[in-house]
């Protein structure tokens, strides 16, 4: 019995639910106001913060943002209602009636019956201007403010929906979500520096390491995705990786987030790529669509000329030494400026978890990397060697048996041909939103040197 | 042009997407094929691990797993397809027709054409037995093969369909998604111990901190999300979190993951707890539909009478001392082993950001848990002190104004009311399902001494 009434009570309109339109002073987004289809003078409360502040004789004007959507909702008030505090920055609650307006710049206005200032901006303290348009370097200065200015409200909100595109497209495809463990005794394949992870205080457990190994931050997800993939036919996973290089460069960060997924009976690198395309496309279809004034701000105000551009694919071949980001970007340059899938690596280059293509001279694995332009590997995968003798040759001529034992253990019990990908996510965002800086892509950048907040 | 050659290309059938029927030999997921509704003969492939054989003088009996659901796919061969390769544990792929099964216990078998060992099962050594139900103990050994089980598979498998029902709550209530910092130089409230961050080889960047300041790895995301509340009035993050904490409890994780929201505008507790009692009830609803046999599983064999229960909110008071685990339990007891709301704390045993009461001698901070029977704290929250100088004071009081300048600042350029929650997943998982122990509802645990793979 109690269930049902909780159920009630829990269903019952509160302040995060959009309230039912009939009763007064229903509170609202500023998106939905927007969107409202009826304007006949409804009464709606809404919250946020003023953008711009316009003083006529006899009328003022203010447009309250409040991070639900780029555009801002126009307020009308009788001049009577003019005050200092009405100022950029300043947080307000706004009453009054939702109608038709006169302009054709939106379809909907507030006119205000209750104005009330819920915080103060201190307009000299704050670093943001009002209606300049400040560098993206600039406000990289204040990571706990720059998320109130309109362009990383854009960026913020398409990272919002392509991290839920990301997930509902892995969902809808039948694929199961893992999280893979953040700290890791595996070194993995020697991908970069490792960040080692230590208790702070040394004091409980003196003289040892806590997990009685010595630990490190992951820097991918596959080997625990793998042993998923003896159990799930798709698995992926989509969680922070870390590199302690030594880098400042547009596209490295010391955190960044990485999409990973591992899909099993494989039977070649065509069917990879095909669900590599299929998520890039589907992904970006959904962001677009979702969100498009944003997207539309970061090409116009950002990267002008930026589209999403079609992509083919291309097969290059390229023996003996590993491709630096100048080949790549010669190789991208050389196809016509899209994305190109470069496939099957030298064996001697890469991992011994990729698959032996067994072809003679040239000896290469099944690999595969996606290049795009202005930002060059976004995807990069491979199959993996499923043959136990294989795998155990490779693990000791790279002296990594006793270490990998237990991946060596996935190949004895119902082994199966499998392969999978990785995709940097936040270079995901540069090349969709055409951001040159991986730094602004991402809430909070960790690199050398910075770790704000 | 290419775009949509591309695209058409992209949208074909591949491997990870269902087939189209007519096809001969169409891929099949056991889900899938469990699900057929044409069941006239049509021809399939579908792959997967052996779960079970049975060989009787005509007839060979196998029972396909491919993760995709806990029941597995009957397979009927004639004997003559009989081999000591085809074993429990063993990949497989089945190519035959689908047909009506004569039998009760399945709808739907599959009449095998052709079988196909992928790998094989070293059954000897595979340290699972054939039909033999391994307590949860023992499959914790085995890391790398425990989700080959059908008690760990249910378990993630309700792990991802949890996630997935968490983003979408959050999306449709219109919240933006942030991914907050993992490594922070904030070491936030002193919530228990720290692990710290540091490159492991110090080659690069000698005699100094990599970032330049300490750094540690995240134990909240409350306080960058509390940034984010300055923008958009609904955030929330989903993420690892991390306690460098000696113990070896059933209910901690040394990496353990968590909901944190936080919400703009929020004028009382009662806010917070609805949205808080909107999300538990809307994600076990969603699961409860989505995977009701593998949630049935678990309550049968492992928590026998584990039901998901109905709640109740009662208000308690407590003066002075904080709440330790018997004292939860001994609440939950009290209110008739339901899930309990405690809300308003002693201020002198709560971080300095939970927003003072003003209730004259009691002094409390309008903090909020929600206990629930068999697991304990299962959420906390607060409203946050958003008044500057009440912040100040508390900063001040406790040394921390210098670190806590930043924090100052959002209060300082527009503050509102704000409030937020976080929710333990892995406690969640052990509510819903009934889990004992921690450690079986994460795919790789992490607690002092224990770091496997």
Not at 55 to 61: I, N, T
Not at 90 to 101: F, H, N
Not at 226 to 233: C, L, Q, W
Request: with cysteine.
């Amino acid at each position: 019995m109690l269930g049902a009434r909780c159920l009630l009570r829990a269903l019952r309109s509160c302040s995060s639910a959009p309230c039912p339109r009939h009763k007064p002073s229903a509170k609202l987004s500023v998106r939905d106001a927007l969107g409202a289809q009826n304007t006949s003078g409804e009464r709606v409360k809404v919250q946020g913060w003023i953008r711009s502040v316009r003083s006529q004789k006899e009328v003022l004007f203010l447009h309250i943002n409040d991070g639900s959507s780029l555009e801002s909702l126009q307020v009308v008030a009788d001049s009577s209602f003019d005050s200092k505090e009405l100022a950029f920055g300043s947080s307000v609650e706004v009453q009054g009636q939702l109608v038709k307006s006169p302009s054709k710049r939106q379809n909907v206005e507030l006119k205000a019956e209750k104005i009330e200032v819920v915080g103060n901006c201190d307009a000299k303290a704050f670093p943001f201007k009002y209606k300049e348009r400040h560098p993206l370097e600039y406000l990289r200065q204040y990571p706990h403010l720059r998320c109130r200015t309109n362009v990383l409200g854009s960026i913020l909100r398409v990272r919002s929906e392509a991290t839920a595109a990301i997930h509902s497209f892995f969902k809808d495809s039948g694929f199961v979500h893992i999280h893979t463990p953040i700290i890791t005794s595996n070194d993995c394949e020697g991908a970069g520096e490792l960040f080692r992870v230590e208790p702070s205080s040394k004091v409980k457990v003196p003289e040892e390491n806590f997990f009685n190994v010595p630990a490190f931050l992951t820097v991918s997800g596959q080997l625990h995705l793998e042993v998923m993939s003896g159990a799930f036919t798709q698995v992926f996973t989509f969680g922070p990786t870390f590199r302690a290089e030594n880098s400042q460069s547009r596209r490295h960060l010391a955190e960044f987030y990485m999409v990973e997924a591992e899909i099993s009976f494989v039977e070649s690198l065509q069917d990879l790529m095909q669900v590599m395309e299929r998520l890039f496309k589907t992904a970006t279809m959904l962001v677009l669509s979702n969100c498009p004034e944003d997207i539309e701000l970061c090409h116009r105000f950002i990267a002008p000329g930026q589209k999403i551009r079609t992509y083919a694919k291309k097969q290059l071949f390229n023996w003996g030494v590993d491709l630096h980001t100048e080949h790549e970007k010669f190789l991208v340059k050389h196809c016509g400026n899209i994305p190109v899938f470069v496939v099957n690596y030298p064996l001697a280059l890469k991992p011994f978890y990729m698959r032996d293509n067994e072809d003679g001279p040239q000896h290469t694995v099944a690999a595969v990397d996606l290049l795009v332009p202005g930002v060059g590997e976004l995807f990069g995968g491979s199959l993996r060697e499923e043959r136990y003798h294989f795998l155990e040759q490779r693990l000791a001529r790279s002296g990594l048996t006793e270490a990998y034992q237990w991946y060596l253990d996935l190949r004895r019990f119902g082994s199966v041909p499998h392969g999978g990908f990785g995709m940097g996510f936040e270079r995901y965002l540069q090349c969709i939103l055409g951001i040159d800086n991986i730094k602004d892509v991402i809430p909070f950048p960790r690199f050398t040197h910075s770790c704000l907040l």
